[in-house]
């Protein structure tokens, strides 16, 4: 070896500023990235309870601002008729006429009522109910709640002693509480106008036959097992949504990634939730 590349080192570390750490290597930053993506979820699992535990504490604290409850209502259940409704008449009449045209195969098309009323009570309407309002109303609500963080209105808050999550957090959590399970009553209702209309008039189901096999099979127990799950799929996605919004940072694209995050976290948290409560209630699954 040269002696001109036995110094080529030595001028490197000489033109290194006293004190900096050398340059980590590709596997170093390779390993941190990784450590970094095993440990996110546990992170923000952490955060989300963190959010929680003070969402529940300042809602029994005075004072109760039932105003900004009944406008954070309004904002998310009156808001999503529309599009809740919208969604249960084609999820009702798609599923009656999938259903009419294969129970035709062996001759149970009179059971069409009763299977999408039993579907309808126990899973879709709580489901596609909880999707719809997390993509209208979470994405609002952590927008909202993202601008007034990065735009330091919240520290104002704090400034005038007044508690941001009694404030902010806790009317949008428990109005989602109280009216997805409204909202899925709705889909219920319009769901099974649109299987009815489809069934009875465009594929020549009876009518009475279609109604009374839809009482005889769909009681109150599986109408409240749908209302269990779209209680507490309404809590988690205003929890989720103000969680990702309180905590948002980094300016007008922050907020665009808090909103991302709470969309897509709300959907997995619906779904994962949705088998978790069916096993409970089943007493199977888990």
């Given at each position: 070896?040269?002696?001109?590349?036995?110094?080529?080192?030595?001028?490197?570390?000489?033109?290194?500023?006293?004190?900096?750490?050398?340059?980590?290597?590709?596997?170093?930053?390779?390993?941190?990235?990784?450590?970094?993506?095993?440990?996110?979820?546990?992170?923000?699992?952490?955060?989300?309870?963190?959010?929680?535990?003070?969402?529940?504490?300042?809602?029994?604290?005075?004072?109760?601002?039932?105003?900004?409850?009944?406008?954070?209502?309004?904002?998310?259940?009156?808001?999503s008729i529309?599009?809740?409704?919208?969604?249960?008449?084609?999820?009702?009449?798609?599923?009656?006429?999938?259903?009419?045209?294969?129970?035709?195969?062996?001759?149970?098309?009179?059971?069409?009522?009763?299977?999408?009323?039993?579907?309808?009570?126990?899973?879709?309407?709580?489901?596609?109910?909880?999707?719809?309002?997390?993509?209208?109303?979470?994405?609002?609500?952590?927008?909202?709640?993202?601008?007034?963080?990065?735009?330091?209105?919240?520290?104002?808050?704090?400034?005038m002693?007044?508690?941001?999550?009694?404030?902010?957090?806790?009317?949008?959590?428990?109005?989602?509480?109280?009216?997805?399970?409204?909202?899925?009553?709705?889909?219920?209702?319009v769901?099974?106008?649109?299987?009815?209309?489809?069934?009875?008039?465009?594929?020549g189901l009876?009518?009475?036959?279609?109604?009374?096999?839809?009482?005889?099979?769909?009681?109150?127990?599986?109408?409240?097992?749908g209302?269990?799950?779209?209680?507490?799929?309404?809590?988690?996605?205003?929890?989720?949504?103000?969680?990702?919004?309180?905590?948002?940072?980094?300016?007008?694209?922050?907020?665009?990634?808090?909103?991302?995050?709470?969309?897509?976290?709300?959907?997995?948290?619906?779904?994962?939730?949705?088998?978790?409560?069916?096993?409970?209630?089943i007493?199977?699954?888990?």
């Open positions: 070896m040269t002696s001109e590349s036995k110094a080529a080192p030595r001028d490197a570390d000489a033109n290194q500023a006293p004190g900096e750490s050398p340059a980590p290597s590709v596997v170093d930053r390779l390993a941190d990235g990784l450590f970094q993506l095993v440990l996110s979820p546990f992170v923000e699992i952490g955060a989300l309870f963190t959010v929680l535990w003070q969402t529940l504490v300042q809602a029994v604290r005075p004072p109760y601002r039932v105003r900004l409850l009944l406008a954070s209502a309004e904002f998310i259940g009156v808001g529309f599009l809740v409704s919208l969604t249960a008449f084609f999820i009702g009449a798609v599923l009656s006429l999938q259903l009419v045209d294969g129970f035709r195969d062996f001759g149970a098309q009179s059971q069409t009522g009763a299977v999408v009323g039993l579907g309808m009570a126990r899973e879709l309407a709580p489901v596609f109910t909880a999707l719809m309002v997390s993509s209208r109303a979470g994405s609002a609500i952590t927008t909202e709640l993202g601008s007034m963080r990065v735009s330091s209105q919240i520290d104002a808050l704090v400034t002693a007044v508690n941001p999550i009694q404030y902010l957090v806790v009317p949008r959590v428990l109005a989602g509480l109280v009216t997805v399970p409204i909202l899925t009553l709705v889909f219920d209702v769901g099974m106008f649109g299987a009815y209309l489809v069934g009875v008039h465009l594929m009876d009518p009475g036959v279609f109604m009374e096999r839809m009482r005889w099979l769909v009681d109150w127990d599986d109408v409240r097992q209302l269990i799950k779209a209680a507490i799929f309404g809590f988690t996605i205003a929890l989720v949504a103000c969680r990702q919004g309180f905590h948002a940072s980094g300016g007008a694209a922050g907020v665009g990634q808090a909103t991302n995050r709470s969309v897509v976290q709300n959907a997995i948290a619906i779904l994962a939730l949705d088998y978790v409560v069916t096993a409970v209630v007493g199977q699954g888990l």
